[in-house]
C-alpha cells in the first residue's frame, strides 16, 4: 500500500496538537509517517487561540493562559524549544461584586467551593445565612443521595446552600465554562466534588484532602509549577509556532475551506474521501477536531451515536478589551480581576451582564506599563444571549456604563476592543461522559478519532491532550506504534 493518509478536519489547538503527533511529535517524522492534511475552515489557524496588537501590546483574544499544573500544554511548549517562552501569572486572587460592593475572595476555595470554614466565616460579603449553611454542611445533609452523575448545582445547593451556590461556586466555576451550575455535569466538569459528595460528610472538607481538581488523563500534576502560564508572545502564538513546524515537516495545511462531507468509499487503498467544497481528499483515516455539532453532522449518517454529538451545546461570549490612561482609573488594590455573580442588578437595564473582569497587566507583567492599564470584560453565558443580540457599539456603551458600577472609577478608555466568540465553550451536561463513550465507540469502528475541547475538558492543556491521544488512536488503528513518551 502506498503511504497512508490522515486528514484532520479543523485548525484549533486541538487539530494542530494531532498534527504534531501524527507526524512524530517531538521525534519529528520517518518512514512510517502518514502523509497529513490540515483543513480548516476560517481564514486563520488557532481556533480559540488568537493574538492582535493592542494599546502598543501582544494581546490574546481568546484563552489568555492555561493551567500549569497539568502537563500537558507545557509539554507542547517544551517540545517545540519555547521553554524561555512561559510566563507564570503574576498575582493570585481576585474580588466578587457582592449586595453593591467588591470583596476580595476568601482562601482556599476550590473552583469556587470553599474548602477553609473559617475564611468563610470571615468572608464579610456573605449574609449569616450563608455562614450558617457553611457550618452546616459538617452535618446536614450527613449524606446526598447523588446516584451516578448530578448537577454541580445539585450537590452545592444541598450542602451549602443557595446564597454560596450562586454568589461564590456560579460565578467561578461557571465563568470558565460559561455555563450554569444547576446544567453542568459533576461528573465531567468536577468529579472530585461528586466524589466528595459520595463519601458523605462535609463537602468542605472531603475537597479539601482530594487531589488536584484539573490533573492531566492519567492523574498527572506538576507540582512545583505557578498556577498559570501564559507565553510571552501570547497563547496564541502557540498555533502560529506549530503550524510553521507542522509545514516544515510537509503536512499539507489549508485555510478557508471547509470540510462538507466525510464519504466511505466501497473498495482502494483508501476507505474514506473527504470533501470540501473544491476537492477530495482520500484518507485512510480521520481525526474530526472540529466542534461537536460539525463533527455530528459530517458522522450522522453512520451511527445514530454519533448524530447525538450534534445536541451538545455551547455558549457563545464575548470579551471587551480596553485601555485606560492610569488617570482614567482606579482599580482595587490587589488580584488579577472581579467576579460578578449572574443576576447583580444595578441602576440600568435588566441584570449586569458583565461576569468577570480580567486585569490583564496585573496578571502577565509584560503588559505592564506606566502610561496605562489593559483589562478585559467577559460577557455572555449558556442562557444569556444578550449580547449576542446587540452591535459592538451597544456592546460596549453597556460594559462600559456597568464597569463604572463595578470598579472604584472607570473613566473613559484610550483603545476598546470587542471580540465574538460564538458557541465557543460546549457545555457538558448531564449524560455529557456516556454521550461522548458511545460516540467514540462508534468513531472508532469507522477510523475516526474525536478530538478537541467537547470532549476532554474545556481548557487548552485539556485540548492539546485530546487532540494527542486522537492522534495515538488513529496510530494504532494503521498499525503504526505511536511513540512511546
Ligand atoms: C473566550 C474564550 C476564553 C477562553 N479562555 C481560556 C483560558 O484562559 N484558558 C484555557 O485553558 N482555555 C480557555 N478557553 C478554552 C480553550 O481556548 C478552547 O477550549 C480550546 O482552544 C479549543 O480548541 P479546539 O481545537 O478544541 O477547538 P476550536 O479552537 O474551537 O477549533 C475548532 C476549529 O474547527 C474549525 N471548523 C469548524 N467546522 C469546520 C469544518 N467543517 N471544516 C474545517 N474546519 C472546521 C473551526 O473554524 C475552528 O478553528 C477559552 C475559550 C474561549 C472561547
Known sequence: ????????????????????????????????????????????WG?????????????????????????EAVTLVDELGLHEELEAVNASGASIYLHGALYELPTGLVLGVPTDLAATLHFAGLTWRARLAARRDAYLPRRLEVGEDATIGDIVRRKLGRELSYQLIEPMI????????????????????????????????????????????????????PAFYSLRHGVGSLPVELVARLSARGVVLRTDVSVTALRRTPAGDYPWEVDTVHTTTPANAIVLATPAPVAGALLASFDAALDELRRIPSASTAIVTFALAREEITLLETGTGVLVPLGTTWSGDGSMMVTAITLLDRKWPRHVRDEDVILRAHVGRSDDTRASEMDDDELVTRVRAELAVLLPRFGSPSATLVQRWPHGLPQYLLGHEERVARARAASARLSVALAGNAYDGVGVPASIGSGRRAAREVLASLAISPRVT
Open 174 to 225: 461557571g465563568g470558565i465554562q460559561a455555563g450554569r451550575i444547576d446544567e453542568l455535569s459533576a461528573k465531567s466538569v468536577f468529579p472530585a466534588l461528586l466524589d466528595a459528595a459520595k463519601k458523605g460528610g462535609s463537602l468542605m472538607r472531603a475537597l479539601r484532602h482530594s487531589g488536584p481538581v484539573n490533573p492531566g488523563p492519567a492523574g498527572e500534576v506538576v507540582p512545583s509549577a
Open 47 to 71: 481556533g480559540s487561540l488568537a493574538t492582535t496588537t493592542f494599546a502598543g501590546r501582544t494581546i490574546d483574544l481568546g484563552a489568555d493562559g492555561f493551567l500549569a499544573r497539568r502537563p
Open 1 to 44: 500500500m502506498s503511504r497512508p493518509s490522515v486528514v484532520v478536519v479543523g485548525g484549533g489547538i486541538s487539530a494542530l496538537a494531532a498534527a504534531w503527533e501524527l507526524t512524530g511529535g517531538v521525534d519529528g517524522p520517518n518512514d512510517t509517517t502518514p502523509r497529513v492534511e490540515v483543513i480548516e475552515a476560517s481564514g486563520r
